[in-house]
T-cell receptor, first 113, second 111 residues
Framework: EADIYQTPRYLVIGTGKKITLECSQT?????MYWYQQDPGMELHLIHY???????EKGDLSSESTVSRIRTEHFPLTLESARPSHTSQYLC????????????FGQGTRLTVV | KQEVTQIPAALSVPEGENLVLNCSFT??????LQWFRQDPGKGLTSLLL?????REQTSGRLNASLDKSSGRSTLYIAASQPGDSATYLC??????????FGTGTRLKVLA
């Protein structure tokens, strides 16, 4: 069973607020990812990290930022939430070589009103 | 550019049927292919990982095959149950930083 956790599971917040979505894994994985997914739509990679102090932007442009100060944590921050940020955010991790499984958290469904 | 396609986009079957979900990819240079299940509003659950050197993997009622040269993978579900209803996603790992996901097959198994 995957040990990767996202909090909160659901968040409804007003426009202009700063929010941080948490992602933690206890598997010691070096690679971590954030995906954005609208209902019924594809997953889009917005950030990834190869390890501590390593972060890169993904394919989909996002106003969010990430940090990787510790191996197990990969938080995503929106400085000023807007209704266009309403979506589901999925965190994933993978360890070892290229031939290892990726594991996903349960997601955070964000609604900005 | 690697593209991953899943057919059919949606499938509705009566309980007990055996079914096959298809995944096609355009570039055969992959490290592995992974099948996931996603329930509505939830994250992805890993089902099976097939490495590029493997032809198939099995887990319970699930069997996934890989034909790298033709750019195809199939997920076989035996004796389908209503609890199998979900969206099934395949993702290929080309050896770079990310997975490339298919568009998914929405499966509904009718009781």
């Amino acid at each position: 069973e995957a040990d990767i956790y996202q909090t909160p599971r659901y968040l409804v917040i007003g426009t202009g607020k700063k929010i941080t979505l948490e992602c933690s894994q206890t598997m010691g994985h070096d690679k971590m990812y954030w995906y954005q997914q609208d209902p019924g739509m594809e997953l889009h990679l917005i950030h990834y990290s190869y390890g501590v102090n390593s972060t890169e932007k993904g394919d989909l442009s996002s106003e969010s930022t990430v940090s990787r100060i510790r191996t197990e944590h990969f938080p995503l921050t929106l400085e000023s939430a807007r209704p266009s940020h309403t979506s589901q955010y999925l965190c994933a991790s993978r360890g070892g070589t290229a031939n290892t499984e990726a594991f996903f958290g349960q997601g955070t469904r964000l609604t900005v009103v | 550019k690697q593209e991953v396609t899943q057919i059919p986009a949606a499938l509705s079957v009566p309980e007990g049927e055996n079914l096959v979900l298809n995944c096609s990819f355009t570039d055969s240079a992959i490290y592995n292919l992974q099948w996931f299940r996603q329930d509505p509003g939830k994250g992805l659950t890993s089902l099976l990982l097939i490495q590029s050197s493997q032809r198939e993997q099995t887990s319970g009622r699930l069997n996934a095959s890989l034909d790298k040269s033709s750019g195809r993978s199939t997920l076989y579900i035996a004796a389908s149950q209503p609890g199998d209803s979900a969206t099934y996603l395949c993702a290929v790992h080309p050896g770079t930083y990310k997975y490339i996901f298919g568009t998914g097959t929405r499966l509904k198994v009718l009781a």
